[in-house]
Nanobody, 120 residues
Framework: QVQLVESGGGLVQAGGSLRLSCVASGSIFSINVMGWYRQAPGKQRELVAVITSGGSTNYADSVKGRFTISRDNAKNTVYLQMNSLKPEDTAVYYC??????????????WGQGTQVTVSS
């Protein structure tokens, strides 16, 4: 069984910073892409940033230049450094991993989500 556990969310003032972490655990053979998505109240879940095992990244236009995604392959961990936060960044942030477990083909797993609230 695979688990993704996020941490690091919270309440911050506009202009502040937060760092999210997500650890994948279980019978993991390899992880291809890891990423962060978010969902604000009344809105659809949207991509924030993704990173491949080789370190290639992709960001939503709304966060480019403010957020940085990184990963530690040895620890099966992905991070999201969020700077210059804005009230519109308020959402539940979800970790996502496209991975292969021992004895099965690739699947996508999701974490339970962590709340980020940015006050104006």
């Amino acid at each position: 069984q695979v688990q993704l556990v996020e941490s690091g969310g919270g309440l911050v003032q506009a202009g502040g910073s937060l760092r999210l972490s997500c650890v994948a655990s279980g019978s993991i053979f390899s992880i291809n892409v890891m990423g962060w998505y978010r969902q604000a109240p009344g809105k659809q879940r949207e991509l924030v940033a993704v990173i491949t095992s080789g370190g290639s990244t992709n960001y939503a236009d709304s966060v480019k230049g403010r957020f940085t995604i990184s990963r530690d392959n040895a620890k099966n961990t992905v991070y999201l450094q969020m700077n210059s936060l804005k009230p519109e960044d308020t959402a539940v942030y979800y970790c996502n991993a496209d991975l292969v477990t021992y004895g099965s083909s690739g699947e996508v797993y999701w974490g339970q989500g962590t709340q980020v609230t940015v006050s104006s």
